[in-house]
């Protein structure tokens, strides 16, 4: 048990060192925060006083959106595609570490960087403090779906190529939320996104109905999510490792 924890423990320094290493990971990980600066000190800067209550609620649900988006298709996907492509997983294989223990450091690493730049955003927004901590809770949760459909398309991808055209889908899946302004259309189908229960709950924490009646749709879809993507997983995983 602690030899496996400290492969992982090992595994995640690694990765987190390449997040640094490579400019276009840490970009796309830098690129949330940069939106959430142009959002509210550009594009928001003139807002009336009474419109800020409506612009920091879509900010709050939408930095979190952004970093997942960002963040799964590069640091997990891109990362993921590129080790497979370079037979970096085949050389840990063969250093007696197991497949689970990759995926779990690149897990550990993903939700610890999108919380970092979650907690940024939080402060470029400039929303109460007090929310920061459900905030936080909130967003990991609603990340976690998204984290392991990237390890899916990051298994089946062969190469980096090829992980451009399913980084797509994770930051389109993960945008949709956003697109709920534009009619109830859009917001029904935004709201039972991957990402949709994580904005909705926000949505009610900013607006101190969090703990209400109205929070168990959300969180029906956010966990009903977690469930289907972690299934999905299980299956490629076990099937990408037969046929390795």
């Known amino acids: 048990m602690n030899a496996a ?15 640094f290493r ?9 690129m949330p925060i940069g939106f959430m600066l142009l959002y509210r000190f550009v594009m928001f800067s003139d807002m009336s006083p009474e419109a800020e209550p ?18 799964c298709s590069m640091t997990i996907l891109y990362a993921l595609s590129e080790e497979k ?3 970096t997983l085949r050389t840990l294989m063969l250093a007696n570490v197991s497949g689970g223990q990759v995926m779990a450091a690149k897990v550990i690493v993903s939700l610890v960087v999108i919380a970092i730049v979650d907690i940024v955003c939080f402060v470029v ?11 936080i809770v909130l967003t990991l949760l609603g990340s976690v779906s998204t ?3 990237s390890l899916v398309l990051g298994l089946v991808s062969r190469d980096v190529m090829s992980s451009g055209v399913f980084a797509l889908p994770i930051i389109v899946l993960a945008l949709l939320p956003m697109f709920s302004m534009f009619g109830d259309g859009f ?33 029906v879809v956010t966990f009903a999510w977690i469930v289907v993507c972690a299934l999905l997983f299980v299956v490629v995983f076990k099937r990408m490792g037969r046929d390795n």
Request: contains cysteine; negative net charge; charged residues 15%.
């Open 5 to 19: 924890l400290r492969k992982i423990g090992a595994l995640s320094v690694k990765d987190a060192k390449d997040i």
């Open 22 to 30: 490579n400019p276009a990971i840490a970009v796309c990980a830098l």
């Open 54 to 71: 409506a612009v920091d609620a879509f900010l709050l649900g939408t930095a979190p959106c952004f970093a997942v988006g960002m963040i």
């Open 85 to 87: 492509e370079k037979h």
């Open 125 to 135: 927004i400039g929303a109460d403090f007090s929310m920061l901590a459900p905030f």
């Open 147 to 149: 984290v392991l459909l």
């Open 187 to 219: 917001e029904t189908v935004a709201s039972y996104s991957p990402c949709g229960g994580m904005y909705d709950l926000l949505g009610l924490l900013y607006e101190g109905r969090l703990f209400t009646s109205d929070a168990i749709m959300p969180l």
